[in-house]
């Protein structure tokens, strides 16, 4: 069918060749353009373009720019004939595959706004992704739904609820007749699309994103972040409905005519060392990962290490949530066989409500691990600097300056500004922050101040014009008068032997005398009760050691802590399970 993606047999599978690295006829842009189809329009004249690799590590998909443009255009005339109109908002379900990305560009050639919206099943069953799609769908009051064949049972269900009436598969999208009206994209002044950031619940906020943020955005990461060069091939299992993998692997490289090899995100949490074989083979130099890929990607390695070349890999950024120093460490240290530099490694920070960037250090240069007083962080919100390893002492990773063009501000309660080494909440201003919450102007001034400064909603301060990032200010713990990152809790009560990182959620829940009591859910696997005993009292222990606390651990299931679409914990999540009764918890522990 015109404008389909056939699905390649095994013979023709074999016979697929990837996409070339260089350009050498096509000089390289760096977003300069006002439109994502307009970068596409450049991008097409050459040869590069998406390669999407199965499970098995073999080449399914070859997408050259030039063949995303054709199917692009010929889909968007396909999606006005079914009577869409021009603003009108498309939610598409983001598989890792190129229908996905078809689907989107065809949306910016018909001036339709889409809406990336999760493609995986999460813990908690089918219902549970289907309210939270319907959720997506109602937020962004949308027109139409495209899905991939396997999930329209549930997509159906979903628009059901929000009242969604066009649902399309891909193909039944394609067997639709091409409407003979001219085609009006997107002006420079436009919408670019709708995003949900990876902490949406069932009452998402829908990210609008604007033509000129993106491309802002997408220009401070390739000359400013990873300083691309017309060399640059990337590699990334990361989701296309988050904004790590749609801008920082799909819209960023294609503005600067990049090509990309693709995994999907399952297939690398059944096999996370395909990850760095393909990066290896394919001699790619840009892949990110939050810390939580690289620490499931060094347990797994083994040996297999000795076989990789990764010495081609020059940016391995690191964001979407706290960058752990011990955990680069441990994939220095499994990786050095496999030639892999720890200069390499690029601690950033950003977030959707900024398209994606808002902060790089210096490519090529070795991290910085900024050591504080705990004390000091908890009694006076002070970052004072200790010698590493100094007792009740912590390592915080400085995740660089904030992109060109862009300015940053560390805030107390007041709103009054901070002083170098003083931890506030953190602000930012300038040409990649989001157009405002779609259709929700009271969000948006909740986060938005009368003189354009985002509330990031994240702790932090500055140190020498850097930032760094100490949590989410909504998952603060008072306790004692004392502030508790959680994030401290829950790293020592791991150091036990029998738990892993992600095994641990701490957060406050109001006590009888109004202070916080601090709860630690630990997900146990150990089915003897005296087993579970020993490991209560061990993560109470250790947590009185390290942070001074006396909480209350409670054991739960194995897998039963949630996670956001970007494998962040959810602290808020647990903690509404775990009052809502919704956790099962092994032999509760009594008073």
Partial sequence: MSGTVAVNTMSEAQALVKTPTVNRDLPQRLADFSTLAEGLDYAAQGVTGFNFY????????????????????????????????????????????????????????????????????????????????????????????????????????????????????????????????????????????????????????????????????????????????????????????????????????????????????????????????LISDN????????????????????????KLDLSCWRAAGIGGDMVRPDVLAEFTKALEVAKFAPNAFLPCYGMAESTLAISFPKSGTPIRVDHVDRKAVRQDNKAIPVAAGTADSRGYVVCGRIIAGHELEVRDGAGALLAEREIGRIFVKGPSLMSGYFNNPEATGEVIDARGFLDTGDMGYLLDGEIVITGRAKDLILHNGRNI??????????????????????????????????????????????????????????????????????????????????????????????LAGEMTVFAPQTE
């Fill in 54 to 277: 199965s499970g098995r590590g073999s080449l399914a998909h070859v997408l050259p720019h030039a063949e995303l443009r054709r199917q692009a255009l010929v889909t968007a005339r396909k999606l006005l004939s079914s009577g869409l109109k021009r603003m009108d908002r498309v939610a598409i379900v983001a598989e890792t595959g190129p229908e996905f990305v078809i689907t989107f560009f065809a949306c910016q050639y018909a001036g339709l706004i889409p809406c990336p919206v999760p493609y995986s099943m999460y813990i908690g069953g089918k219902d549970a992704y289907e309210t939270r799609i319907a959720g997506m769908l109602k937020a962004a009051d949308a027109h139409c739904i495209v899905t991939p064949a396997e999930q329209v049972e549930s997509i159906r269900a979903a628009a059901a609820m929000a009242k969604v009436e066009l649902v399309f598969t891909h193909e039944e999208l394609a067997a639709l007749p091409e409407a003979l009206s001219k085609l009006q994209g997107f002006g420079g002044d436009d919408v670019a699309y709708i995003q949900y950031s990876s902490g949406s619940t069932s009452a998402p906020k829908g990210v609008l994103i604007s033509q000129k943020a993106i491309m802002a955005n997408a220009r401070g990461m390739l000359v400013f972040g990873t300083q691309t060069k017309p060399t640059d091939r990337g590699f990334s299992w990361l989701p296309l409905y988050h904004d790590m993998g749609l801008v920082g692997f799909c819209l960023g490289p294609l503005m600067s005519q990049s090509s990309v090899d693709y995994l999907a995100t399952t297939a690398f949490a059944r096999r996370p060392g395909l990850w760095l074989k």
């Fill in 485 to 578: 990152w959680p994030q401290d809790i829950e790293w020592t009560a791991e150091q036990n032997a029998h738990l892993k990182s992600g095994d641990v959620a701490a957060f406050a829940i109001e006590g009888s005398d109004g202070d916080d009591e601090v709860v630690v859910l630990v997900e146990c696997r150990a089915t003897e009760i005296a087993e579970q005993e020993t490991l209560r009292r061990e993560v109470g222990k250790l947590v009185h050691q390290g942070s001074g606390v006396d909480c209350k651990v409670e054991l739960v299931a194995p897998r039963s802590l949630p996670f956001t679409s970007s494998g962040k914990l959810s602290r808020a999540g647990a903690r509404a399970k775990y």
């Fill in 283 to 306: 001699r790619c130099t840009i892949s990110f990962s939050p810390t939580f890929g690289y620490e499931l990607a060094a347990k797994r390695i083994g040996s297999e290490a000795a």
